[in-house]
Nanobody
Framework: QVQLVESGGGLVQAGDSLRLSCAAS????????MGWFRQAPGKEREFVAG????????YYADSVKGRFTISRDNAKNTVYLQMNSLKPEHTAVYYC???????????????????WGQGTQVTVSS
């Protein structure tokens, strides 16, 4: 019922910043808990950040705390991931995901999400 489209990725140097966007279709965006995941070359997809429906609560993987910031603008049906001080190990395809479930206990578990975008490539050189 919802389509997610990521954008904002690209090739940057270590220390640079990027802001990823995830645009969602429909009028029920506020009903969805949202998350960002990433998949690095040769590795499995992993949790990066999550945000509650109102945006009041955010959650981060330990590896990105203090470096990445997730936010949402429900009026624009968009969730963002601000990525600062990027390092080569952040190179990955970044995916946004949405959960429409009533029972939800973990932003980390990708099995709790129902909809996924196609991903946007982030490549950090040096």
């Amino acid at each position: 019922q919802v389509q997610l489209v990521e954008s904002g990725g690209g090739l940057v140097q270590a220390g640079d910043s990027l802001r990823l966007s995830c645009a969602a279709s429909g009028r029920t965006f506020t009903n969805y808990r949202m998350g960002w995941f990433r998949q690095a070359p040769g590795k499995e997809r992993e949790f990066v950040a999550g945000i509650s429906r109102s945006g009041s609560n955010t959650y981060y993987a330990d590896s990105v705390k203090g470096r990445f910031t997730i936010s949402r603008d429900n009026a624009k049906n968009t969730v963002y991931l601000q990525m600062n001080s990027l390092k080569p190990e952040h190179t990955a395809v970044y995916y946004c995901a949405a959960s429409a479930r009533v029972y939800f206990s973990s932003y980390v578990d990708e099995m709790h999400y129902d909809y996924w975008g196609q991903g946007t490539q982030v490549t950090v050189s040096s």
